[in-house]
């Protein structure tokens, strides 16, 4: 059976090509390993190019899109199979449901929150597969450091491993994977 990986990621167009390009050649990568995409749909940032990349070396996108960003034109017109959710807390909750693991590109707030929920639902037993930081080029440096001094100071439990950070595109599949 093939595997599923839920990739969030910024939407934002106006994003540093480097960071695109590590996004294309994540949905390359997962299209090349039989891995289906399930992300929020959209067309344009990492999103974008995450799907661009997996659409074209024959993957598998699938798409998590909720009704009122599709009403307004912002799905992405090649997806394998786009989902329409009712809200945002569905289109995660769908997009989790639907993953054997998950990673995290660079982002802002909407991918903020997408990761650390989800990192939080592991944390619950209510996610099962593995969460990967994709830690393109220290981009997620300072939350890093957050996340470890809230462990040091008792915040969170010493050592429990809920995530794993990845430092290249092929790590970060791997990772998430459990390869």
Same mark, same amino acid.
């Given at each position: ?6 990739? &969030? ?30 992300? #929020? #749909?959209?067309?344009?940032?990492? %999103? ?27 799905? *992405?017109?090649?997806?394998? *199979? ?5 809200? %945002? *807390? ?28 989800? !990192? ?7 996610? *099962?597969?593995?969460?990967? !930081?994709?830690?393109?080029?220290? &981009? &997620?440096?300072?939350?890093?450091? %957050? ?19 990845? &430092? ?12």
């Amino acid at each position: 059976m093939n595997k599923s990986i839920v990739v &969030y990621c910024a939407s934002s167009s106006k994003i540093d090509e480097a960071f695109l390009s590590s996004a294309r050649e994540l949905g390359r990568l997962m299209a090349l390993k039989e891995v289906t995409l399930i992300d #929020g #749909g959209g067309q344009t940032g990492l %999103m974008g190019a995450v799907n661009d990349g997996c659409i074209e070396a024959g993957g598998l996108a699938i798409g998590v899109i909720p009704r009122f960003m599709d009403d307004r034109g912002w799905a *992405h017109s090649g997806l394998s *199979h786009k989902i329409v959710a009712e809200d %945002m *807390h569905n289109r995660k909750k769908t997009m989790a449901d639907m993953a054997d693991g998950a990673i995290a590109l660079p982002g802002g707030v909407g991918t903020f929150e997408e990761l650390l929920e989800i !990192i939080t639902w592991r944390k619950l037993n209510l996610f *099962h597969g593995n969460v990967v !930081i994709f830690n393109d080029k220290g &981009y &997620y440096d300072p939350l890093l450091e %957050m996340l470890d001094k809230a462990a040091r100071l008792g915040f969170t439990k010493p050592g429990e491993k809920l995530f794993d950070v990845a &430092y290249s595109v092929d790590e970060a599949l791997n990772k998430a994977l459990g390869q």
